[in-house]
């Protein structure tokens, strides 16, 4: 088992699930009942028996030592516990569907089994049917999963080969045309290949050390940016947490985010993180704990290739989100004067150099689990904002229209709060999840993003030549 899949095993308590999930709700096709479409869907699923091998992996046994670090796979899956299918109390308001995926997020996954659910929710009063589903972070990333969910879906209406996500007919390739071989390389060839590979990856590792010099240069040189273990304040936000979760969402259109991008001239990935800034300030007013320095924020940022199937390929950067700065334009210049910086550094370093880096600004998260850690020891960041690119078309799946898929990540440890946001059908999807005692009216934050947002549209354009 890779030590990227490992840790998220290790860093694993009852205080502190390690499993991604997400929610999606999908509007019945022209005829079709709420009733009659979530037992479409449960009916597709427990059909779909030929199953990929992500969704057959379990921890090896016994599970608290070997399972550290090795697969064993199930030999079936067990659909009636996998697969759930649940009706909402009434009203069925989407306040009642929140609470549900609030209190099953905070249970952990059986490590005896393969580490997956899915909870089909029926019930709603608008008529739409919920997925909830969750996935240990061993064994998928959030844009992993993504990728997962979309292979079911398609840009057809009239489409009806919908199945589950773990089906492998999913990935199964249509058979190529038989082409000539190519001619084998040569001993000489193979050999100067695998020197060439090695000399680039020691080149890689031998550039760690002066990569590293210049990082923590630029953290001295450069007050925009956020270096590797530079202070951040306390929070309410780094204290603590007991496994409850809060769970809120809410989407905004796509190009209305993309119309500030151009605007401002700034990227969507600022503008999310303006948004987020804003909403905390607020938030953090309210309870009267805003502090008087600059929260600091880590943003994965994904180093997957167009067609890369890795379970995890991430690193991380750390910004400044100049959330003790009132003015809205102000703490805009500031947010993409540090995310530029991060950025350019990035842009610098292997992608070796790269992993090393969002790993140095990591790793207290392997270490929040030890009694005290969190108390005692100074941390670098306060918050992680994520953002997971999807695609823009209007989706379905057999003739179901997808009308929301919001990202329900993981709160740690000293990180109270995960906010992630995914761009789909043209929706920009925030999920945020909260540690559920020590962050009390977590669901404001969505008006304040909205405030935010509305803010960001009416300043005037921070464009050098504006």
């Known amino acids: 088992m890779p030590v990227t899949q490992s840790m998220f095993l290790i860093a694993e308590t009852r205080d502190q699930p390690m499993h991604v999930g997400g929610l999606q709700l999908f509007i ?48 079936d899956i067990d659909f009636d516990y996998h ?33 997956w659910e899915v909870h089909i929710i029926e019930g709603l009063a608008d008529g739409r049917v919920a997925l909830y589903n969750k996935i240990h972070h061993s064994l998928a990333d959030g844009v992993t999963a993504l990728r997962m969910l979309q292979r079911t879906l398609t840009t057809d209406p009239d489409d009806r080969t919908g199945t589950a996500f773990w089906d492998n007919q999913l990935v199964r390739r ?7 071989a190519a001619p084998k390389p040569g001993l000489l060839s193979r050999v100067t290949g695998a020197v060439g590979s090695a000399l680039e990856m020691a080149d890689e590792l031998v550039g760690v050390v002066p990569a590293a010099a210049k990082v ?27 496994s409850a979760r809060r769970f809120a969402a809410q989407d905004w259109p796509t190009e209305r985010l993309r119309a500030v ?47 890369d ?36 550094v990035v842009r610098g370093l292997k992608p070796l150099q ?7 600004n990591v790793w207290p998260l392997a270490f929040a689990p030890v009694p005290g850690f969190v108390n005692f020891t100074p941390r670098g960041f306060n ?40 761009t789909v059908a043209g929706k920009a999807n925030f999920g945020i999840i909260g540690a559920r005692a020590q962050l009390p009216r977590l669901q404001r934050i969505l008006d304040h993003l909205e405030t935010a947002l509305t803010e960001l549209e009416e300043i005037p354009s921070i464009k050098p030549d504006a």
Request: aromatic share 4%.
């Open 28 to 75: 019945p096709r022209a005829g079709q009942t709420s009733e009659e479409l979530a037992e479409e869907i449960h009916e597709k699923f427990i059909a779909a028996t030929d199953i990929q091998d992500t969704f057959l992996k379990r921890p090896a046994s016994p599970a608290n030592l070997a399972g550290y670090t090795a697969w064993q796979h199930a030999h």
């Open 83 to 115: 697969v759930r299918r649940i009706i909402l109390p009434r009203p069925g308001e989407i306040k009642n569907l929140l609470r549900y995926v609030s209190l099953n997020h905070g249970a952990l996954l059986d490590r005896s089994r393969p580490m």
């Open 174 to 180: 249509p058979r190529k045309e038989r082409r000539a």
């Open 216 to 242: 923590a240069a630029t953290g001295v040189l450069n007050h925009d940016f956020v270096a590797p273990m530079q202070m951040a304040p306390d929070t309410l936000l780094n204290v603590p947490i007991g």
């Open 261 to 307: 991008a151009r605007h401002h001239g700034i990227t969507f990935n600022d503008v999310v993180l303006a948004m987020c800034s804003g909403a905390l300030r607020r938030y953090l007013e309210d309870n009267e704990a805003l502090p008087d320095e600059s929260l600091h924020v880590c943003q994965p940022v994904s180093l997957h290739t167009d067609g």
């Open 309 to 344: 199937e890795a379970s995890n390929a991430i690193t991380a950067i750390l910004a400044r989100m100049a959330t003790d700065v009132a003015d809205p334009a102000e703490r805009l210049r500031e947010i993409v004067a540090s995310t530029s910086t991060a950025k350019d």
């Open 354 to 360: 790269s992993l090393a880096l969002g790993a140095a």
């Open 383 to 422: 918050l992680m904002v994520s953002t997971v690119p999807g695609p823009d078309e209007a989706l379905y799946w057999n003739g179901a229209k997808l009308d929301g898929c919001y990202p329900v990540s993981i709160p740690m440890e000293g990180l109270a709060m995960n906010i992630t946001m995914t």
